[in-house]
């Protein structure tokens, strides 16, 4: 029996199957009025991690994009506690996740349109990393601008795992970013932006 994620108690998990989408599935459920803030909808795929947390905001519209890159960080802080030291994860603006200057996944945020004094009614942030190639047969080479955790020494990092911890830390920064503000979020993305960036 294949073990299932256990959550911080802030978050509620739901499950669903391989081919379908998270964000899709959280906006049907906060439309029937059965999800809201700190439904987590995640997807039984042990080679992709891929999941969405659903949350209520309450800053103003402008300030609701600080969350993309706060899921970025706790991501970071996360693989970071898995994987080997050495294993430096970096991002790439605007949304963009790395591992030795490739790709292995990236955030979006959607926002609701309908909003009270300029805050949304609601906000769904979303992560999806690629854990293991769908095809280990395929020459890495041939398409270097994206990577796996299994092709960076990591494939023994389960999608529970990284689900798990990334949940926790994202609860982690929304408290100091609730308290602190977006400052040290700034300050810790910044701080892993992509050399190749950095040096242009």
Aim: proline fraction near 6%; aromatic fraction near 8%.
């Amino acid at each position: 029996m294949k073990q299932l994620p256990t959550f911080p108690p802030l978050l509620k998990g739901h499950r669903i199957v391989l081919d379908k989408s998270p964000v899709k599935r959280a906006k049907v459920m906060i439309g029937k009025g059965e999800f809201g803030a700190g439904d987590l909808v995640w997807v039984d795929d042990q080679n992709n991690l891929r999941f969405c947390i659903v949350l209520e905001p309450e800053v103003s519209r402008a300030r609701c994009s600080e969350i993309l890159f706060l899921m970025m960080v706790a991501f970071g802080d996360a693989l970071g506690a898995l994987a080997p030291p050495e294993m430096a994860v970096t991002y790439k603006w605007p949304n963009d996740i790395q591992l030795n200057d490739a790709s292995i996944g990236f955030c979006d945020l959607e926002l609701s349109e309908a909003e009270t004094d300029g805050i949304p009614e609601w906000m769904i942030i979303s992560l999806a990393v690629t854990i293991k190639p769908k095809d280990i047969m395929y020459d890495p080479g041939d398409e270097a601008w994206r990577t796996s955790l299994w092709e960076e020494g990591c494939g023994d990092i389960s999608r529970t795992e990284l689900l798990e911890s990334t949940s926790r830390h994202f609860l982690n920064w929304i408290h100091g970013w609730n308290e602190d503000g977006f400052k040290p979020i700034h300050n810790q993305w910044s701080g892993r932006i992509c050399e190749k960036v950095k040096n242009g």
